[in-house]
């Protein structure tokens, strides 16, 4: 640090300050206000501290205003057109409710200040029903785990998805002007999947084409029973094929070993085999698209494989931010 050393080569070496400062390339005049410093509070009043920087434009109060504005809002709350919050849209409501106005950066600074960071969104339906979800959660699902270890039944999730050869490019650097190119297969390849999930990492699954029905979901059934699973409980979204009559026929003709219960009406994210498709697609195809020829069903069939040889995987699905369910 200058000031210190420029300060004890006078006081400790008797140098001259003129020749100091002419050693070190400062101003000759600089070192004197460092002296008397010196002279007053030693060493300590040389150190360096931390600017301040400019008083904040909002107090306490406010800032907790504007946390409070943003948790678990919308901007079309406030009358603003759009559904996402962005710097501009808060700077624009200070601006409204304090009269203060604040550059993008200070707002981003505020906001991170206010542990407030920027987050990909999870889709909500407008017909879904939270009391549903939270009424699932706090009953029947607890009560279908009583009767799963009370009959020696496992819980499984059961889910279908469809998989393009189209990958979902994001975004790139490039120059400016200059629209980045990365070359993908031309082919358009598009298969479809169905796997079961549980949380001791139990995991089925199947790739198929063509439409899927009530009678091929039977056939679903029938080849997830051939893996000598014993008596399941499988939990379900509410679609039309899952509830057709033919469904309902085999599941009865099962005698009780194998029962079908249904989540609540809009609510994925309760549904464990969810993760399995947001995985596959992040760390598959979209992350590295088809080489020159390759079969999109080889490659969703070899990703689903990996993910079952994972049992911590799978049990991780469990546990995602929305819901965690406890182990069978």
Known sequence: MLRLLAVRRVVEDGESPSEVMRSLGLCRTSIYPWLRRHQKKREAALLLRKARGPKPKLNGQQRRQVRGWIIGKDPRQYGFDFGLWTRQIVGRLIAEKFGISLQLTAVGRLLTSLDITPQKLLRRAYERDPQAVEEWLAKPYPRLRRRARKHGATIFFLDEAGFSSEPNLGRTYGLKGRTPVVKTTG????????????????????????????????????????????????????????RAKVVAAYVAACRGELELHFLPSYAPDLNPDEFVWQYAKTNGVAKKPLARNESLRERLATDLKAIKAQQKLVRSFFHAPSVVYAED
């Open 187 to 242: 082919q358009r390849q598009k298969f479809s999947a169905i796997s079961a999930v549980s949380a001791k990492g139990g995991f089925w699954c199947q790739v198929y084409t063509g439409m899927h029905n009530a009678e091929r979901f039977v056939e679903f059934l029938k080849e997830f029973r051939r893996g000598g699973r014993g008596k399941v409980f499988l939990v379900v979204d509410g679609h039309p094929i899952h």
